[in-house]
């Protein structure tokens, strides 16, 4: 079993930067694939940001391409999202998510362990 939680979440200024963590209990932790979606107000919960299997290589949303920046601290069990030149339209719940199926990065329904999420306000 895999549990998944998720901090880092806050109030920030359009421009600002934000860090957003999950940390996994899992025994296998270096083979557990990791992504991030969120979920603003009344809109579907989308794609942000993915590791793939092999190799640590990372995939984005176009929206976020080139502010946002995926790593992962192994010994830590530990993925990071960093969010620079936030904009009002990234305020959503983020939510971290793993799975050790390869494949369907961008597919939630892809993911099998899910945390509960953190909040992101992002102010004009």
Known sequence: QVQLVESGGGV?????????????????????????????????????????????????????????????????????????SLKPEDTAVYYCAGKYVIGALAQQRSYRYWGKGTLVIVSS
């Open 12 to 84: 920030v200024q359009a421009g600002g930067s934000l860090t957003l963590f999950c940390a996994a209990s899992a025994r296998t932790f270096n083979s557990l694939l990791v992504g991030w979606f969120r979920q603003a107000p009344g809109k579907e919960r989308e794609f942000v940001a993915a590791f793939n299997w092999s190799g640590g290589a990372t995939y984005y949303a176009d929206s976020v391409k080139g502010r946002f920046t995926l790593s992962r601290d192994n010994a830590k069990n530990t993925v990071y999202l960093q969010m620079n």
